[in-house]
């Protein structure tokens, strides 16, 4: 049987897509004859160092010097990874690139920004070039130069984005985290990446209610030595007053004339990210990113697969401690404007992103299965009360979206748009998986696998599956590959993270996904939280998919507990409106998963709790869990949103 088309291009957006004249690019210039995605696929992942030259080329890049080859040899270390030295001879700056448009269209908008109880505000490329201008050189006067860490302790607010864009173009490294990180969680992060300025907001607003952060950003800068300056960005009416001589207001540093950035010159391959991973199974591991990768990755992603173009508005709810944040970003290459919204996406009401939609015109939408359910649960209806006239696109991502989300968003938000999901990784910096505008839309699937990106999915014995159940593993290097892992001179932290589950050098990348046989991704988990009953493996999104399709079911969360020699399923599950767990509703839940995925999904046991725990970013934090309820600690809780959530497991089976 074959699954519903949800949605499907017509052959005009086909013809009009960038990635049908991207297609037809490489016609012309590699002498093909392609008509379709999966030969142009099929192409990118049998010629990488043509793929790729092909996308340095299209995308314009700007550089002072270009490669004399495409890749070289991996590193040889003790621990071996495949990942080459990309466009060898190189140099070019991330944030010149980010900030071409400033010539091009200056007084084109380059960011809106929504806050709670705040006024819009909207910056031009000519205005941001201006304050990155003079960030850029506060930066340089406090030291800052090509190798160091700015790191940010910050929201999704302009400062962030100027703040990253000046201090990349010193050649420095940006590191950012988002305000609501407790103590621990920031000096497992910044700790590591020992950072010679921190630019830190005071306070925060969520929900309607202020958050101060004052005291806390002064325990930072007093255990990291490293830290040599504090720029305090002032959000929120403080009571908090403390004085510090490493301190000094963001309205200082950009207290000066300078009106020209210049722009320093490095390698393809020189650091422009660390980020993190999630440690919610210990201290995160500093993953860094190099700027061209991460250029070029991204400019793929954002023009090719999401068909994004100059003028056009873009936004994402995340935050700066996540990489969709980076991605996001990145969009200014595109000569795009990004919508950053900084505050609760439920406040005052679950309306307020899709207003945001009709006031600011934007073209793509991205959000979250997570905030699609609680409107379905909600009621809201977009399509009965916004018009979303501008509005092609919807990305999500953070967890696999489910039929029922399809469903809900062709039904009740928009029936003519294009519902990408994608999938990837802080890791990855970038996606796997994601979406494409010559392709139609099935429920659950993402559209198509990612040009050079050489995935499949594989069995425990490495053999490739189509149509079945597997591990998500990469076959061939790509640009956005970690650069290192910071402190990492052996890269044994970077082996054991990917390559040493299958023999030969093949990521690993620790989901469990489906390959279909139209090219297509179904992703149903993080392997590691793979439920394993009967030695059938069971990815938890199959269970998430039905438990939170109900209307009794606010939220859910599911793991394999170890017993007599077996896994059994054990699912938690927080009811809605003062429900309880009795008889009747254990039955029922029982029946829908038994009838929606199988017998073998069904959960031997099913308790109710309070609060299920997630990390900041809102990802269920499912062996956090395992590891309570098989009394073992939780050794990094400070990654955690809510982490008192795990108390209630403690003796509850």
Not at 136 to 141: D, N, T, Y
Not at 429 to 453: H, T
Request: hydrophobic share 40%.
């Amino acid at each position: 049987m074959n699954p519903k088309a949800f949605w499907s291009p017509s052959e005009e957006e086909v013809k009009s897509s960038s990635m049908s004249k991207y297609l037809e690019y490489v016609n012309q210039r590699y002498s093909r004859n392609f008509n379709n995605y999966n030969d142009l696929y099929a192409w990118s992942i049998e010629n990488i160092e043509d793929f790729w030259k092909s996308v340095w080329d299209y995308s314009s890049v700007i550089y002072s010097e270009r490669f004399h080859s495409i890749y070289s040899e991996s590193k040889k270390t003790k621990f071996p990874i495949p990942r080459p030295g990309w466009f060898a001879g190189a140099k070019l700056n991330f944030a010149e690139n980010l900030l071409k448009y400033h010539t091009i269209t200056p007084y084109a908008t380059a960011i809106i920004h929504w806050a709670e109880n705040q006024k819009p505000l909207h910056i031009s490329y000519s205005e941001l070039h201006s304050q990155v201008a003079k960030c850029a050189f506060g930066l340089k006067s406090l030291g800052v130069k090509k190798g160091d860490r700015v790191a940010a302790f910050i929201s999704n607010v302009p400062e962030a984005v100027i703040g990253m864009l000046a201090a990349t173009s010193l050649g420095a490294i940006w590191t950012s985290c988002s305000p609501d990180f407790g103590l621990g969680g920031v000096l497992d992060r910044f700790g590591q990446s020992k950072a010679k300025v921190l630019i830190a907001v005071n306070g925060y607003s969520y929900g309607g209610k202020l958050f101060e952060r004052l005291g806390l950003i002064n325990e930072v800068a007093n255990a990291i030595e490293d830290i040599e300056h504090v720029v305090l960005l002032s959000k929120i009416q403080s009571n908090e007053n403390i004085s510090n001589a490493k301190f000094m207001t963001w309205e200082k540093l950009l207290d000066n004339s300078a009106c020209e950035i210049n722009f320093v010159q490095v390698p393809f391959d020189h650091p422009v990210y660390i980020m993190y991973s999630s440690g919610t199974t210990g201290i995160p591991k500093c993953i860094v990113h190099g700027g061209g990768g991460t250029l070029l990755q991204h400019w793929k992603e954002l023009y090719l697969h999401t068909n994004l173009r100059a003028g056009d508005r873009i936004s994402y709810f995340t935050t700066c401690g996540w990489m969709m944040w980076n991605w996001l970003v990145s969009s200014l290459n595109v000569g795009a404007a990004i919508f950053l919204f900084d505050g609760s996406p439920g406040y005052p009401n679950l309306n307020r992103l899709w207003n945001a939609v009709d006031e600011e015109r934007l073209n793509v939408f991205g959000t979250s299965p997570k905030y699609l359910s609680v409107c379905v649960n909600s009621g809201i209806k977009p399509i009965l009360t916004h018009s979303l006239s501008s509005l092609r696109t919807i990305l999500s991502t953070g967890s696999p979206l489910s039929s029922e989300n399809f469903e809900y968003v062709y039904r009740d938000v928009k029936k003519n748009i294009m519902l990408s999901s994608i999938a990837g990784g802080t890791d990855i910096i970038s996606c796997f998986a994601l979406g494409n505008p010559m392709m139609s839309i099935y429920g659950e699937e993402l559209q198509c696998l990612g040009l050079g990106m050489k995935v499949e999915s594989w069995s425990e014995e490495g053999r490739a599956l189509i149509d079945e159940r597997g591990e998500l593993v990469c076959l061939a290097p790509f640009p956005s590959m970690p650069i290192a892992f910071w402190e990492d001179d052996d890269n044994q932290k970077y082996f054991e993270a990917y390559f040493d589950y299958f023999p030969g050098g093949v990521w690993r990348h620790g989901d469990f996904v489906t390959i279909t046989k139209r090219g297509g991704m179904i992703v149903l988990g993080r392997s590691d939280a793979t439920l394993n009953p009967g030695g059938i493996r069971i990815g938890t999104a199959e269970i998430y998919r039905i438990t939170e399709s109900m209307d009794e079911i606010k939220d859910s969360i599911v793991v394999g507990f170890p017993r007599n020699n077996d896994v059994e399923i054990i699912l938690f599950v927080v009811a809605r409106d003062h429900l309880v767990l009795d008889n009747e509703l254990e039955l029922k839940i029982k029946n829908n998963i038994k009838l929606g995925a199988s017998p073998r999904h069904v959960p031997s046991v099913i308790k109710q709790v309070t609060e299920i725990p997630v990390t900041i970013s809102g990802k269920k934090v499912e062996l956090a869990v395992l590891k309570t309820l098989n009394n073992q600690e939780v050794t990094n809780k400070s990654a955690l949103a809510n982490p008192d959530s795990l108390l209630e497991f403690k003796d509850i089976l």
